[in-house]
């Protein structure tokens, strides 16, 4: 399943995803952002059990922001897996 996530409070605007059938994380892509932190994210999490990435990514600042790209990850995971139910 492919998802599409917006943004909220970061620099990246959109994440992309995809889950498979065991609910595996596969294609993460952040647009816009900091690429070298993303690419290692996006290596970090590839392959990964979706529900543990969003709960050890969940909470995640950056700077004074209440928010950072890998906290909006876990949203856009979040919400991919209630979609998928």
Known sequence: MEYTYKC???CAVV???ELDEEKKLH???FIGGC??????I???VEGQDAKTVAETL???TCGPRP???????SKAIEA???EAI
Do not use: E, W
Request: glycine residues 12%; contains cysteine; positive net charge.
């Open 58 to 60: 969940a909470g995640t």
């Open 15 to 17: 994440i992309t995803l």
């Open 42 to 44: 996006i290596r970090l």
């Open 67 to 73: 928010t950072s790209c890998p906290d909006q990850l």
């Open 80 to 82: 991919a897996l209630a």
């Open 27 to 29: 294609n993460v892509q």
């Open 8 to 10: 909220k409070g970061t």
């Open 35 to 40: 690429d070298g932190n993303h690419k290692g």
